[in-house]
Structures are given as structure tokens and as C-alpha cells.
């Protein structure tokens, strides 16, 4: 692993590691430890498309010790880490995360080429994290190339079929006010009324909009495109 690969794939670990919902938690590289191959069968893991393409996947000793999951009716632990991963594929640039989902990561995390990383608190080992560069950009040939050929490179492309997501505000409730919901129970979002939605791209805040009715239904009018920086959340 190069200089530079080895300072991305930290610097994406940081970032995760502070982006968790545990407290306290610090990444450094490790050894990987025996024994997890078969933890890793159950990781979440995700691929990030961009300038440089990353795949990850992260396994946590003991998934119901994090905030907002008790192992009955909660959100799924991959929509809980969804933030966390965004956090540290967005350390690499613009780009797109796919879906977050569980599978078996124990080729990635026993892969050579893969920063390997230790999640630890003050309590000890939490969990274990492994981010693989996949793609580097190549400045030269971009500015290179003409815009057709840019043209032809998203072509291959078009078709692919991406969530779009629209978000009127966001909340964090301890597991027990969760419990506590019931009909007619109102719950208080970050966002002021009248403010814009947010328009999300496989999880990345692309656009503003208003939210309005066409037909009964609901849409959201486009208001404003963001540009990279201003869509990192």
C-alpha cells in the first residue's frame, strides 16, 4: 500500500470513527486479529463510486450496544450506519455511495491492499473497519480529454437506476422515546417550517426544494442544485 493510499484510507477511518453513534470511538491501524472471518460473514458493507472508488466494510463486536438499535423493532443496523460510511467515503471526494447493505466481508477484510482499522474506545475493541481504493482519478487524461469523450463515458451509464430521496428534517431519540411513540404522539424535526426539503442521490444531498401536490400525490418543486461542497452532509 502506497503513502498516499494509506493516508486516504485513515483519514476515511477518522472520519467514519467520529461519525459513529458510539462514543469515544478512535481508529488506528491494527493487525487483523484471528477469529474474524467469522464475524466479517455479517458486516456492513458499501461501494463508493467516484474519482477515487473505494469498497468498505465494517464489523462491530457487538452491533446492539449502538444508539437507536435493541434488537426489536428498530431501524436495520446498515440504515443506522449509513451516515458513518458517508462520513468517510466523502474524506475521498465527489462521488456516490451505493447501497449500504450486510454481507460477507471477509475478503475485504482479509485483503492485503485494504487499510485495515481498529474502532476502539476507552471501554476497548468495539469494532473493525477495512476501506480498499479501488479507482484513482488521473487529472492528465481528464484534461485531456474533449467533452465528447466525457459525453460517451457517462453513456455507459444512463440506465442505471439510482434512489432518490427527498428530506424535510431529521431527528435523534433515545431508544426508549422510540418505544414510547403511539398514534397522535408528534415528533420535532431539525428543520423550521417553510424551510427547503433537501433532495438526496443514493443518500448524497444534490438539491433544495419545496414540497408541493400534483394530483393528490406529493412532489418537490427543484429550487436550487448544489454544488460538491455545498452537497457534503
Do not use: C
Not at 474519482?51 to 465494517?58: F, R
Amino acid at each position: 500500500m502506497t503513502v498516499a493510499t494509506a493516508s486516504s484510507t485513515a483519514a476515511a477511518a477518522e472520519a467514519l470513527a467520529q461519525s459513529l453513534p458510539i462514543a469515544g470511538v478512535t481508529a488506528s491501524a491494527a493487525p487483523r486479529p484471528r477469529g474474524l472471518a467469522a464475524q466479517a460473514a455479517s458486516a456492513v458493507v458499501a461501494s463508493f463510486v467516484g474519482a477515487t472508488s473505494a469498497d468498505v466494510g465494517l464489523v462491530l463486536k457487538d452491533p446492539l450496544s449502538i444508539e437507536g438499535l435493541d434488537g426489536g423493532d428498530s431501524l436495520p443496523l446498515e440504515t443506522i450506519l449509513r451516515p458513518a460510511l458517508e462520513a468517510a467515503v466523502d474524506t475521498l471526494g465527489a462521488g456516490v455511495l451505493g447501497e449500504v447493505r450486510r454481507d460477507d466481508a471477509s475478503a475485504l477484510m482479509a485483503d492485503a491492499q485494504a487499510g485495515f482499522f481498529e474502532l476502539r474506545t476507552a471501554l476497548g475493541v468495539v469494532g473493525w473497519l477495512a476501506v480498499r481504493l479501488t479507482a484513482h482519478a488521473e487529472p492528465t487524461r481528464e484534461l485531456d480529454a474533449g467533452p465528447s469523450d466525457a459525453m460517451d463515458r457517462l453513456a455507459r451509464i444512463n440506465d442505471v437506476e439510482m434512489v432518490l430521496t427527498v428530506e424535510i428534517g431529521r431527528t435523534r431519540m433515545p431508544v426508549r422515546s422510540v418505544l414510547g411513540l403511539e398514534p397522535g404522539a408528534v415528533v420535532e424535526l431539525d428543520r423550521s417550517a417553510g424551510a427547503p426539503a433537501d433532495i438526496l442521490l443514493n443518500g448524497r444531498r444534490i438539491a433544495l426544494g419545496e414540497i408541493v401536490v400534483v394530483d393528490q400525490d406529493y412532489a418537490v418543486r427543484v429550487t436550487k442544485i448544489l454544488d460538491v461542497q455545498d452537497g457534503l452532509r
